[in-house]
């Protein structure tokens, strides 16, 4: 707060001198290059704090995060990490869910999700489908989640009521 503080002071003293400089007599020339300098130096003030961040290396700006408690930062990993899987796994589900409205079969899903180490990421692994759905709604589903989720058909579960 104080950075700012001295910033917004520093600026409206140099928009006071600017206009003070402006008041003084001169001839056309002078006053032109008058105000052109005055212009430059306000414009210099206001700009102060972007010439400083130049100093500033990625590593300044994460220093907060290495002087951070490690069992919080461990604990928000884990947290997103979870969050992460919930949303890929309901994504994934009301995904399924409307492929299934679309050729009108009547099914909800649960969706297991795996890490895939190599990717770094979270996939659907297997599909548990509950609900009515005729052989050829199944087949079709069934060749879908093959074809865009890569789970083949023996990781896929029909459940019927």
């Known amino acids: 707060m104080t950075a700012i503080k001295s910033w917004l002071l520093s600026v409206v003293a140099c928009s006071f001198l600017g206009a003070l400089a402006q008041s003084l007599p001169l001839k056309r020339t002078g006053k032109r290059a008058l105000t052109l300098l005055c212009g430059c130096l306000l414009v210099l003030t206001v700009l102060r704090p972007l010439l400083r961040l130049k100093d500033l290396s990625p590593a300044d700006l994460l220093l907060p ?58 996939i659907p692994w297997a599909v548990e489908a509950s609900g009515r759905a005729d052989a050829a709604q199944q087949a079709a589903l069934s060749d879908w989640l093959q074809d865009a989720l890569s789970i083949p058909p023996e990781r896929q579960r029909w459940v019927e009521p």
């Open 65 to 122: 995060w290495e002087t951070a408690d490690p069992e919080a930062v461990a604990r928000a990993e884990s947290e997103n990490e979870a969050l992460l899987q919930e949303l890929i796994r309901s994504q994934t589900e009301d995904l399924l869910a409307q492929k299934a409205e679309a050729i009108g079969a009547a099914l909800t899903f649960r969706v297991e999700l795996r890490r895939d180490e190599a990717a770094g990421v979270w």
